[in-house]
């Protein structure tokens, strides 16, 4: 009986320990630097997304997602604002004046993002252009030299979420709200070669080329609050709600090409 409630007690100080340690994280999206790592709101963490997963639809490198990200960190905070100088609108700060689109159009992120890069590939050999400079050409700015320093954190997130840095990217989460797949459906979808499927609360990705699969994962995480995400495990790494929160060797390894988010299920 002894041994029971000393059981017991210990348990009950490990779950203490661990809501203490969480609470000392705040919940945020954290990437992986070179060096550190960069936090990310839940808002900007979920437009960072779209942004990616807009320059998978428009077929084009990692490189013009780099350039997206930095101009979007410059403009407006990786926010989709509905206000700016004069009658710049958006996570780019683009002008229905200049002909980027009508205000609603410019205020949906997934428009903004293709009318980037459609601007963006206008300009002849714009892949080997510095990433300020071609940020730059883009958007005229009257501070021209203002992208550069957002440069380090967008190669950062563009790997992350176009998986050529695996297991870079996790999100902490307090919500208790159930799990719902279609919180982040359309920016998985977007990556080419991935099939997925859901049953219960259980996702499950698959593809051929192990970049897309990270690709996927690391999209769906950015919507870990609003998607009810607790855990992932991509191959032989896995992720799960913690302290920590970052990615380990998996206990149960899952087949080749093979990833799974499991959801929140409530009640």
């Not at 855990?231 to 990833?259: F, M, Y």
């Amino acid at each position: 009986m002894v041994v029971v409630l000393l059981g017991a007690a210990a348990f009950g100080a490990w779950r203490g320990y661990q809501s203490f340690m969480n609470g000392l994280v705040a919940e945020r999206c954290y990437v992986t630097l070179d060096e550190g790592r960069s936090a990310l709101t839940e808002e900007q963490a979920g437009n960072a997304a779209i942004i990616v997963a807009a320059s998978f639809k428009a077929g084009l490198p990692e490189r013009a997602a780099v350039v997206a990200l930095a101009t979007a960190w410059q403009e407006s905070g990786l926010r989709n604002l509905d206000y700016g100088d004069r009658d710049s609108l958006g996570l780019f700060q683009q002008r229905p004046s200049y002909g980027w689109g009508t205000e609603a159009e410019i205020m949906d992120p997934w428009y903004s993002s293709a009318r980037f890069y459609e601007e963006l590939v206008k300009f002849d050999g714009w892949e080997s252009v510095d990433v300020n400079d071609m940020a730059q050409k883009v958007q005229r700015s009257g501070f021209p030299e203002a992208y550069r320093k957002h440069e380090a954190n967008a190669v950062a997130l563009a790997g992350s979420l176009r998986g050529s840095r695996p297991g870079s990217l996790a999100c902490v989460d307090r919500s208790e709200e159930a799990g719902n797949v279609d919180a982040f459906d359309s920016v998985m979808r977007a990556v080419p070669g991935v099939e997925i499927t859901t049953e219960g609360n259980i996702v499950t990705i698959t593809a051929d080329d192990g970049t897309a699969l990270w690709a996927a994962t690391q999209l769906a995480l950015t919507h870990t609050n609003g998607g009810g995400i607790q855990s992932a495990i991509v191959e032989d790494q896995a992720w799960e709600q913690g302290p920590k929160g970052a990615w380990h060797t998996a206990r149960a390894p899952l087949p080749s090409g093979t990833a799974q988010l499991t959801l929140r299920v409530v009640g």
